[in-house]
Structures are given as structure tokens and as C-alpha cells.
């Protein structure tokens, strides 16, 4: 029994054993209780578990904790990176706009100028750049150059934290309104931590928005497809020619003149020309009505060509 492994299914009860005395262990000593572990186990067999008290394990586990876990693993420590080179080329970027008082201008009380915040991560400066409007009329571009931002009078500067969206920007004097940022923005500053705020609109410079609209082309829609655009171009240096003849001879010295009448299409002007023939006595002027537009009489039915251009 006793070369059997100390294995579930290996250990069995002596049926030959006889003693089962147990050991002392409660004692008096000095006039007090102790107690203490037993020498030998039930009928004086052997002991098969640990005989050390848990103060004397506990003392142990503290002296030396390696005998119980293990040897500690020595962890390297991380590669040293500057800032220079941990966020080279990575750069935060808020737009946003302010506004810039016009006390003695009738047409505009301020003017709304909208700006990008370019925060640089490798030395926590900042610069403000203004979009380009087109005929301003100011100076545009950068605003304010790449430095650190004061942000009070004890020396302290603007940090990544310290901008977010819907927030008030106070530099040199100026109030920047940040509006909304950038997809690699909003990931950086919500990894960090950050709760990032609702977007805002940038609005709109009341000023410029009447200039444009006033620039915008109207359109005007004509009562015919038939408009004087169109008749000056297919219509141009087209003239219709009729021959007539005013016959007179009804009064006294009356007589038969011929006319050719042309009409410009173009501008629905009217010439009349008279046909002179040799030798009769006639001074050579040959418009007899130069060419205008002529009144209409109603009294006259209309002609085909009215009815073409209805």
C-alpha cells in the first residue's frame, strides 16, 4: 500500500490497522492554552500533509515570493520617443469663424470671416488661417502666425484640451467661434478621452449674401419662344421686298408712280423707295420715307406676315 502514487483511486483504508489513538495537541503551558500540531497522524501513522502553521506560510509568501509564484518577469521598459518625432506631420484642425465690427459702414454691422485652427500635436502650437473671399477687399491668408497661444496672464498656453467644439477661442483680442473639425479630429480627441460637442454652422455674412444674390442672373420667361434675341439672330440681313404703285391720275396733273417697299425682318422696320426712269424730270432722291417702324391702323385687315410672328 505504501508504494502506491499518492493519486484519486490510489489510497485505501488499512483493514489490518488496530490503533486509532489520536496524537495530544491541546496543552497548558504557563498557565495558558496552547495548541500545537501533531507529531504522528491516527493510531501512529505517518503524516501525509504540510505541518506548517498559515502565520509561518503567510511569513513565507511575503520573505520570499518566488518560492510561491514564481520568478518575477523583468518587463524592458518602452523605447524612448520625442514628441517631435511621436507626432510629426500630425496636426488637429477646427473650423471655425469670427466676427469683425464695421462701425461706419451703411451696408453692414459686422462681417462674418470664416477661419481654419491648425493645432500642431509635436509642439502644441497653433495658427489661423482665413479662407479667401473673392473681392474682400482685406487682407487674407494667414491670420495669425504658428506659435504657442497665450491663453492667460500666468504664462499658461493653449493645449489640445482646452478646444473643442462650440467653444470660444480668445486670442490677441479676437473671439473664435470653433464650429465643427476634421474626421482625424474627432477620433484623436475622443481617444485621448475627450468628449467632442455638437457641430455648428458657420452662418453667413449678411453682407456677401446680398452681393451674391444680387449677382445671381434672373431669368425671364417670354410669352412666345419667338423673343427679339431670336429674331435678331435668325433674322438677321433677311428683308422682304414688295413692289407697289401709286396711281394718281384720278386728279388733275395726277399720274402713276411706282415704289419698292422693303421690310427688314430683323426689327420690323420699313423703307420705301421710289423707281425713277430716265428722263422724267425728276430730282434723283429715291427713299420717299426712310426706315422706322410704322404706326398700324386697325382699320387695315392684316397682312401673313403678322400672323407668322404670333
Known sequence: MEGLPRLPGNSFRDPTQTNFHVSHTLDYKNGHRVT???????????????????????LLRNYRPELLYGKAVVQTPDKFVPA???????????????KQTIP??????????PVKILYYL????????????ENS??????LIRRHRFPK??????????????????????????????????REWLESEGIHINQSELIPRDPYLLKRHQAAEIKSYKTKNDFDKLKQYVEMDRK???????WDDRSQMFGEQ???????????????????????????????????????????IVSVVIEKLFQ
Open 257 to 299: 408712280r411706282h415704289f419698292i417697299i422693303h421690310y427688314y425682318l430683323v426689327n420690323d422696320t420699313m423703307e420705301i423707295r421710289e423707281v425713277y426712269k430716265s428722263n422724267d424730270g425728276r430730282d434723283p432722291f429715291p427713299i420717299l420715307i426712310t426706315r422706322h417702324k410704322n404706326p398700324n391702323d386697325s382699320s
Open 84 to 98: 517631435t518625432l511621436a507626432f510629426d506631420k500630425k496636426v488637429l484642425r477646427f473650423f471655425g469663424y469670427f
Open 137 to 142: 477687399g482685406i487682407p487674407q491668408g494667414k
Open 36 to 58: 500545537k500540531w501533531p507529531e504522528v497522524g491516527l493510531g501512529g501513522t505517518r503524516i501525509n500533509y504540510n505541518q506548517i502553521s498559515e502565520d509561518e506560510l503567510e
Open 152 to 185: 492667460n496672464d500666468q504664462g499658461e498656453t493653449y493645449n489640445f484640451r482646452d478646444l473643442n467644439l462650440g467653444q470660444n477661442l480668445a486670442v490677441y483680442g479676437k473671439v473664435f467661434r470653433i464650429c465643427d473639425c476634421d474626421a482625424f479630429t
Open 104 to 113: 461706419e459702414s451703411p451696408n453692414e454691422y459686422y462681417r462674418v470671416r
Open 122 to 133: 509635436e509642439d502644441d502650437s497653433l495658427e489661423i488661417l482665413e479662407e479667401v473671399q
Open 239 to 245: 428683308v422682304l421686298r414688295f413692289y407697289a404703285t
